[in-house]
């Protein structure tokens, strides 16, 4: 039941952040199409403060800047995770069982990070190939 809601909890975080994003849903209105690259390029000016390149329109860059922020929100999964098997190892008090379930989460954890990293590897390598 537990492992029920963190999932829900995260599976609604992940879709609230890409509705307020606006990655691709297009249901809240754009900077650009309320008008402020016009009045002045505030959103240009956040973007260079940033460190994102606002001359590109390369479905390319675009395709990276989505991984980069799915893996950014995958490292805060990781890291959500390695915080609540430690506390759940820390609080186990001795108990085998709640020990090894701490081990078991710190483990999946870590597997499933190795395992986005190199499926990125095999992405990039694949791409730097084709582009």
């Given at each position: 039941m537990r492992q029920k809601l963190?999932?829900?909890?995260?599976?609604?975080?992940?879709?609230?952040?890409?509705?307020f994003l606006d990655l691709g849903f297009g249901i809240i209105p754009s900077a650009q199409a309320?008008?402020?690259?016009?009045?002045g390029g505030f959103l240009d000016l956040?973007?260079?403060g940033a460190g994102f390149d606002t001359t590109q329109s390369d479905p390319a860059v675009i395709v990276s800047q989505i991984i980069v922020a799915i893996l950014s929100f995958i490292g805060v999964i990781f890291l959500i995770l390695m915080v609540y098997g430690g506390i759940t190892w820390m609080t186990a008090r001795g108990e085998s069982e709640k020990v090894e379930k701490?081990?078991?989460?710190?483990?999946?954890?870590?597997?499933?990070?190795?395992?986005?990293?190199?499926?990125?590897?095999?992405?990039?390598?694949?791409?730097?190939?084709?582009?």
């Open positions: 963190i999932f829900t909890f995260l599976a609604v975080l992940f879709l609230g952040s890409l509705f309320l008008g402020f690259k016009e009045a956040a973007g260079l701490a081990k078991g989460i710190i483990r999946n954890a870590i597997t499933g990070l190795i395992i986005v990293f190199l499926a990125y590897a095999i992405v990039y390598t694949i791409s730097s190939f084709l582009i």
